[in-house]
């Protein structure tokens, strides 16, 4: 199955886009891969990495283009991407195991050594892992970066850490922790905390009458970065359970088209 038909990115889809790392390159060592694939404007990784290893250009809508040689895996550019769409990954760990860092945004307890359940690109558990490294420095400003141990037929699956009841906040914690409201929540749409609260007032209890109200969810990463926060919001707002609230449909993304494409050259 692939993006066209589900909505989530696959090793395929990547794959047929050329923007895949062989698997030659990730026996060598640790190397970066992009995972985004549409034209929106966006630059912080190319910015971001000491090696120069990643290439936008001028005009900021272009999609990254890595150089899997001069790329060493040293993770900066994890926490640089708005999009949380770049993730590093490792076959050269050993035979039976690699490695894959990507970047995490939840509140969590997670210490290293730590056994967890390791995710899909659409949040499905796949399989354990170990938690060998967590970093949370202030450059990566507060986007916790995690490096798993996995199974190294997964290195190409797991992109995160299953959140099931064990790992979730408390109650408690939820509700005391409160977004200021121009504290930006959608970042592909621009949404901020206080634009979802003034949808509640509207009448929305639920993920889907926010992203109708707001287009909170709509971007490009289809709620992956912005669901649990607007789900928190909700919770501390209204007091509705997570069944209640429940979760937006993914929608494939798809590319913005002029009317000139839709009418046709003058000459038709």
Do not use: W
């Not at 912080?44 to 936008?56: D, G, L, N, S, V």
């Amino acid at each position: 199955m692939k993006l066209s038909e589900t909505g989530i990115l696959t090793k395929a889809d990547l794959v047929e886009m050329g923007r895949y790392p062989s698997e030659e390159r990730m026996k060598k060592g640790p190397v970066a891969v992009a995972e985004c694939v549409q034209d929106i404007p966006c630059n912080p990784c190319e910015t971001a990495c000491p090696f120069k290893a990643i290439h936008i250009g001028e005009n900021i809508s272009n999609l990254p283009k890595i150089d899997v040689n001069k790329c060493n895996g040293c993770t900066t550019c994890v926490s640089a991407c708005s999009g949380l769409a770049i993730f590093v990954l490792d076959k050269s760990y050993s035979d039976s195991y690699g490695k894959v860092t990507f970047p995490y945004e939840y509140n969590h307890s997670f210490k290293v050594d730590d056994i967890v359940k390791a995710a899909n690109r659409g949040g499905k558990h796949v399989c354990e892992g170990k938690i060998l490294k967590i970093t949370n420095t202030q450059k990566a400003d507060r986007t916790t970066v995690i490096t798993l141990e996995v199974p190294i037929e997964y290195v190409d699956e797991v992109r995160s850490i299953y959140r099931d009841k064990q790992h979730q906040s408390s109650k408690e914690e939820i509700m005391s922790e409160k977004l200021a409201d121009d504290v930006l929540v959608c970042r592909c749409e621009e949404i901020t905390a206080g634009e979802i609260r003034e949808a509640i007032r509207q009448g929305a209890t639920d993920i889907t009458g926010v992203k109708l109200r707001t287009r909170a969810g709509m971007g490009l990463c289809q709620g992956r970065t912005c669901e649990a926060l607007v789900n928190q919001i909700i919770r501390q707002e209204l007091g509705n359970s997570p069944a209640d609230i429940g979760f937006s449909t993914p929608r494939t993304p798809q590319r913005p088209v002029t009317f000139g494409t839709l009418g046709g050259d003058l000459d038709e």
